[in-house]
Nanobody, 122 residues
Framework: QVQLVESGGGLVQPGGSLRLSCAASGSIFSINAMGWYRQAPGKERELVANFISGGTTNYADSVKDRFTISRDDAKNTVYLQMNDLKPEDTAVYYC????????????????WGQGTLVTVSE
């Protein structure tokens, strides 16, 4: 099993900034992907940004140039720096990780955090 601990959500005014963090712990042999998704009320969950093993970084078009994902591999932690926040960024943000639990079992397992609410409002 893998546990994900998220932090950093809250209420911010338009144009403001927040930084989310997500730390993964537990039975982790390797991390194949790690990042952030979000779900706004009445909408489907969507990718915000993530890292894929091999060096690929993905961003949603709506957050490019405003959000930056970074990571600390030694701590199995990813961060999401969110700048110039807009009301449409309001959502529950979920950390997601895809891992292998051992060297001899190649199946990947996916885990989700509990979610952290980001509200952008005056």
């Amino acid at each position: 099993q893998v546990q994900l601990v998220e932090s950093g959500g809250g209420l911010v005014q338009p144009g403001g900034s927040l930084r989310l963090s997500c730390a993964a712990s537990g039975s982790i042999f390797s991390i194949n992907a790690m990042g952030w998704y979000r779900q706004a009320p009445g909408k489907e969950r969507e990718l915000v940004a993530n890292f894929i093993s091999g060096g690929t970084t993905n961003y949603a078009d709506s957050v490019k140039d405003r959000f930056t994902i970074s990571r600390d591999d030694a701590k199995n932690t990813v961060y999401l720096q969110m700048n110039d926040l807009k009301p449409e960024d309001t959502a529950v943000y979920y950390c997601n990780v895809q891992v292998r639990h051992s060297a001899w079992y190649t199946r990947q397992f996916e885990y989700w955090g509990q979610g952290t609410l980001v509200t952008v409002s005056e």
